[in-house]
């Protein structure tokens, strides 16, 4: 079953959040999967963020226009099998900053 557009434009964060879901983009160039889990994402991102929309860019090799989402929800043959990309304790994301004395 394929949702509609509409559907898929009101599905946000917080309602894969609520559904324990876990997002999984992947690069068709490099092949590369990342799994978050939507109630990590929401810590760092907006609610209200339209989660079917991949990002623009690969985060590996670069390559746009290449990445696709799915979602899925984890069970009990998950545990200790499904690998996940968490935040770090602080729940805080990195940047790069030049030196300002
Ligand atoms: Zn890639």
Known sequence: ???????????RLKHAAEEGRVIIYRCGRCKRETALLAVDMIEIWNPEMKVYEPPARCGFCKASGRMTVRFYIPTRGDIGTLRLRRPNGVRRL???QMYEG
């Open 94 to 96: 990195w940047k790069w």
């Open 1 to 11: 079953m394929t949702p509609s557009r509409r559907q898929l434009e009101a599905y």
